[in-house]
T-cell receptor, first 116, second 111 residues
Framework: DTGVSQNPRHKITKRGQNVTFRCDPI?????LYWYRQTLGQGPEFLTY????????KSRLLSDRFSAERPKGSFSTLEIQRTEQGDSAMYLC??????????????FGEGSRLTVL | GEDVEQSLFLSVREGDSSVINCTYT??????LYWYKQEPGAGLQLLTY?????DMKQDQRLTVLLNKKDKHLSLRIADTQTGDSAIYFC???????????FGSGTRLSIRP
């Protein structure tokens, strides 16, 4: 296993279009997290899953954002009717049994969204 | 509320010690972390400390926790050019809950 994989790495879209990002976590990890990072800022929590259950969603997340993890493995993050303010790096991270004592997150390299 | 704050920049001379400071607001934070982000790479856990500890040392890294003041610091001894990165302070309530990150401190090394 090579780690957390995110696709696409970069997406350029026009305002108003929908975009979807995919995250494949480390295979034995049961928890999966989505974060958003803008330039000069730290990762901002969006949502997280334990297996297929979405346990928490940030209050800052608008209804245009939805995430799924249907089989408890990969996850998708969809942004509907994109706005220029959605431009950011979307980070996925996973955690599992090895991190149960520490909560360590393993991050992917991110999917960069540019909304024109 | 949950908030983690840290200074944005730190510049040190190669071979000196670097000290990166962080404050957090959530008194129920149980786990405190330092993550490192190198240019073009994902975040990686550098070290962590439990809230019932006040110090942790790991080779060149020393983490100090003042729980009363909600202050966390990371000291890097003998700073090298390879230590150039952004360092994020972070906290969580448990090993299975979300992690809240600070804005990051960019460490630059001068010769």
């Amino acid at each position: 296993d090579t780690g957390v994989s995110q696709n696409p790495r970069h997406k350029i879209t026009k305002r108003g279009q929908n975009v979807t990002f995919r995250c494949d976590p480390i295979s034995e990890h049961n928890r999966l997290y989505w974060y958003r990072q803008t330039l000069g800022q730290g990762p901002e929590f969006l949502t997280y899953f334990q297996n297929e259950a979405q346990l928490e969603k940030s209050r800052l997340l608008s209804d245009r954002f939805s995430a799924e993890r249907p089989k408890g493995s990969f996850s998708t993050l969809e942004i509907q009717r994109t706005e220029q303010g959605d431009s950011a790096m979307y980070l996925c991270a996973s955690s599992g049994p090895a991190g149960e004592n520490t909560g360590e997150l393993f991050f992917g390299e991110g999917s960069r969204l540019t909304v024109l | 509320g949950e908030d983690v704050e840290q200074s944005l920049f730190l510049s040190v001379r190669e071979g000196d010690s670097s000290v990166i400071n962080c404050t957090y607001t959530d008194s129920s934070s149980t786990y405190l972390y330092w993550y490192k982000q190198e240019p073009g790479a994902g975040l990686q856990l550098l070290t962590y400390i439990f809230s019932n500890m006040d110090m942790k040392q790991d080779q060149r890294l020393t983490v100090l926790l003042n729980k009363k003041d909600k202050h966390l610091s990371l000291r890097i001894a003998d700073t090298q050019t390879g230590d150039s990165a952004i360092y994020f302070c972070a906290e969580s309530h448990s090993s299975a809950s979300k992690i809240i990150f600070g804005s990051g401190t960019r460490l630059s090394i001068r010769p």
